[in-house]
């Protein structure tokens, strides 16, 4: 059974697009996350979601909006999609807010052409 | 500056070898620190939790150096299967956030 997983797993889409990335976690963990890790493989946390609510939003452009409709449930969704956006996106869930273990989804790699 | 360095690499060691990655952070009010690993085109996976009195599992040895805001991790008798990148992190954020570092690159060579 997956635990944290992520739809889908590769996206190529054009600049000037829309797309969503889904994420949903069977752990019963309270806390979602969102990371964009970039060519140069360093991972940066985007938002955090805690029982639905959102607790951390990183320095991103509003273009990125984050929806928990449950707290298994946390999407990304992109508007005008830009070169740079181009990054493997990754979900992860932990139990609670301070908790250090974080299981990661498998990724999202998008290409932005 | 970043919060939390390392050196890249890549480290490329013999099997058998012993290999130490040692990493730094800037944040003095960082309070938590773990060594993630991550395989090539995966996602990171918790390796281990670093305490001021050193944490042994197995192989891996993580120590913490708080006066040097410096954390290490050392691996003896390096296997194939090590090859990997390591993550330094630390829980910064009052607590609420996992702050990566750029990684350190392991390849374990016959």
């Known amino acids: 059974d997956t635990a944290v997983s992520q739809t889908p797993k590769y996206l190529v889409t054009q600049m000037g697009n829309d797309k969503s990335i889904k994420c949903e976690q069977n752990?019963?963990?309270?806390?979602m996350y969102w990371y964009k890790q970039d060519s140069k493989k360093f991972l940066k946390i985007m938002f955090s979601?805690?029982?639905?609510?959102?607790?951390i939003n990183e320095t991103v452009p509003n273009r990125f909006s984050p929806k928990s409709p449950d707290k298994a449930h946390l999407n990304l969704h992109i508007n005008s999609l830009e070169l740079g956006d181009s990054a493997v996106y990754f979900c992860?869930?932990?139990?609670?807010?301070?908790?250090?273990?974080?299981?990661f989804g498998p990724g999202t790699r998008l290409t932005v052409t | 500056r970043k919060e939390v360095e390392q050196d890249p690499g890549p480290f490329n060691v013999p099997e058998g070898a012993t290999v130490a990655f040692n990493c730094t952070y800037s944040?003095?009010?960082?309070?938590?620190f773990f060594w993630y690993r991550q395989d090539c085109r995966k996602e990171p996976k918790l390796l281990m939790s670093?305490?001021?009195s050193g944490n042994e599992d197995g192989r891996f040895t993580a120590q913490l150096n708080r006066a040097s805001q410096y954390i290490s991790l050392l691996i003896r008798d390096s296997k194939l299967s090590d090859s990997a990148t390591y993550l330094c992190?630390?829980?910064?954020?009052?607590?609420?956030?996992?702050?990566f570092g750029t990684g350190t690159q392991l390849k374990v060579e016959l």
């Open positions: 979601y805690n029982n639905k609510e959102l607790i």
């Open positions: 992860a869930s932990s139990a609670g807010l301070a908790a250090y273990e974080q299981y």
């Open positions: 752990l019963g963990h309270d806390t």
């Open positions: 944040n003095s009010a960082s309070q938590s």
């Open positions: 670093v305490y001021s």
């Open positions: 992190v630390a829980l910064t954020g009052g607590g609420n956030k996992l702050t």
